[in-house]
């Protein structure tokens, strides 16, 4: 291999590649990366203790610890960021107090910047699922980021949406990209309708499908954030 390149994760003789997920609501993505060969999710964490995701990942068999955000921050605003290195520190704890030992860090409806007191930790292994192509430029910028990308994709005219599994950055969708699902025709769907139906047909699959190229450590990456796929033995830099 290339000096320069860093896989992002190596496969183990030893044990599955192991998963713990963020969320803070639904965690809808979270059961179409349930029963691969190739990986496991040994636990999740919530910030939200009414999450309706944690029924849903207790009943999958996923230990589920909570860490709510609100009463963390005690009436402080949420996008204190001092405050936050100080909850990521307790994300971490948790980790480490479960002894769940992951490889990787999935967040699925995580809706909270992460500091690099924790992005550290996890170099280039902290995941995200965002509801757009951001593959798409504009100005030298990526088209659709932040909240209300559904929305602002219809209104742009785009007449299908995709989903993007990219690594984790401070910069909220700005992380390099790994992997983008197939096209889910708008057709006469509200955004809100066109959302939820992503979550099933782009979302849970694009993250099942890059978690699993992951666990057979077909992905590597440049000192300058560029990503690399492994094409019949060969890196093939992509996006």
């Not at 757009?132 to 007449?159: F, P």
Request: glycine share 8%.
């Amino acid at each position: 291999m290339n000096k320069k390149l860093m896989p992002i994760y190596e496969p183990r003789s030893d044990r599955k590649m192991r998963i713990v997920v963020l969320f803070s609501g639904g965690a809808s993505a979270v059961p179409f990366m349930v029963g691969c060969g190739g990986y496991e999710i040994v636990g999740a964490i919530s910030t939200d203790k009414k999450a309706s995701g944690i029924k849903k990942l207790e009943k999958l068999g996923i230990p589920v610890e909570v860490a709510d955000i609100h009463d963390f921050y005690g009436g402080k605003a949420i996008t204190d960021m001092r405050t936050r290195e100080a909850y990521d520190e307790k994300l971490l704890s948790t980790i480490d107090r479960k002894k769940w030992e992951p490889d990787i860090i999935a967040c699925s409806g995580y809706m909270y910047i992460l500091t690099k007191k924790f992005l550290n930790r996890f170099p280039n292994r902290v995941l995200n699922v965002h509801p757009a192509d951001l593959s798409i430029m504009e100005n030298g910028k990526r088209e659709y980021t932040g909240s209300h990308v559904v929305e602002n994709q219809i209104k742009a005219g785009e007449k299908v949406t995709k989903s993007t599994v990219h690594i984790m950055d401070e910069r909220a969708d700005h992380g390099p990209i790994l992997f983008i699902s197939e096209g889910l025709s708008v057709g006469n769907r509200s955004p809100k309708e066109q959302q939820e139906l992503m979550k099933k047909k782009c979302d849970g699959p694009a993250y099942r499908e890059a978690l699993n190229m992951l666990s057979k450590g077909m992905f590597a990456i440049d000192s300058n954030k560029n990503i690399y796929i492994r094409d019949k033995g060969k890196w093939v830099k992509k996006f």
